[in-house]
């Protein structure tokens, strides 16, 4: 047997975080009925295994690497937080057209709006820190973009739904991706479902 190389393991480190991400998501979400799954939810696990291409080949440097993985691990506990948060409530899947029936304000959802987005960000800027290409720049850039365009698909929703008003007021004072800060404190919500 020889010595684990240290590119084998960040590989099975980043691998297992995106499998936990991946595999938690499929079972958290639900599909609308009526609605099959929308292929462009698919466009975030490609990604996440985009970000894995020629890991072993990429130089490491320990000033990087570190950083990434404390990122990695900052996005597995907020997953996990915002899954655990969210159990036995009905969360729709990505880009579903259905009407929300539920403003969740709990857990994460007390700071930021999207933490579930925002886990699967930190996930890729991370392997992008730790391993910089122009494939993972490109790939964690495509990725905002897609999830951006998530949240504002479900700040739609709420919009147009019998919670508009509460969403409004919780939108107010939570951050998308991050919390919103007022006078240097994160300003949180109510804690109500």
Same mark, same amino acid.
């Given at each position: 047997?020889?010595?684990?190389?240290?590119?084998?393991?960040?590989?099975?480190?980043?691998?297992?975080?995106?499998?936990?991400?991946?595999?938690?998501?499929?079972?958290?979400?639900?599909?609308?009925?009526?609605?099959?799954?929308?292929?462009?939810?698919?466009?975030?696990?490609?990604?996440?295994?985009?970000?894995?291409?020629?890991?072993?080949?990429?130089?490491?440097?320990?000033?990087?690497?570190?950083?990434?993985?404390?990122?990695?691990?900052?996005?597995?506990?907020?997953?996990?937080?915002?899954?655990?948060?969210?159990?036995?409530?009905?969360?729709?899947?990505?880009?579903?057209?259905?009407?929300?029936?539920?403003?969740?304000?709990?857990?994460?959802?007390?700071?930021?709006?999207?933490?579930?987005?925002?886990?699967? #960000? !930190?996930?890729? /800027?991370?392997? +992008? $820190?730790? *391993?910089? =290409? @122009?494939? &993972? #720049? !490109?790939?964690? /850039?495509?990725? +905002? $973009?897609? *999830?951006? =365009? @998530?949240? &504002?698909?479900?700040?739609?929703?709420?919009?147009?739904?019998? *919670?508009?008003?509460?969403?409004?007021?919780?939108?107010?004072?939570?951050?998308?991706?991050?919390?919103?800060?007022?006078?240097?404190?994160?300003?949180?919500?109510?804690?109500?479902?």
């Amino acid at each position: 047997m020889g010595v684990i190389a240290p590119h084998q393991v960040l590989t099975f480190f980043v691998a297992g975080v995106f499998v936990r991400l991946t595999l938690g998501a499929a079972t958290t979400f639900r599909i609308v009925p009526g609605e099959g799954p929308p292929r462009r939810s698919e466009l975030v696990s490609l990604g996440f295994w985009v970000m894995m291409i020629d890991i072993s080949a990429a130089p490491l440097n320990p000033w990087l690497v570190v950083p990434g993985c404390v990122g990695m691990t900052g996005a597995l506990a907020l997953f996990d937080w915002a899954r655990h948060s969210i159990r036995g409530q009905y969360f729709s899947y990505v880009f579903s057209n259905d009407t929300p029936a539920l403003l969740w304000t709990g857990g994460p959802f007390a700071y930021i709006r999207n933490p579930f987005y925002a886990s699967y #960000l !930190l996930a890729m /800027a991370s392997v +992008a $820190l730790m *391993l910089p =290409s @122009a494939l &993972r #720049l !490109l790939v964690f /850039a495509g990725a +905002a $973009l897609l *999830l951006t =365009s @998530a949240a &504002r698909h479900e700040e739609q929703k709420f919009a147009n739904s019998p *919670l508009a008003r509460e969403y409004e007021s919780y939108r107010q004072r939570t951050g998308r991706f991050f919390p919103k800060l007022a006078g240097g404190q994160a300003v949180q919500g109510d804690r109500r479902a």
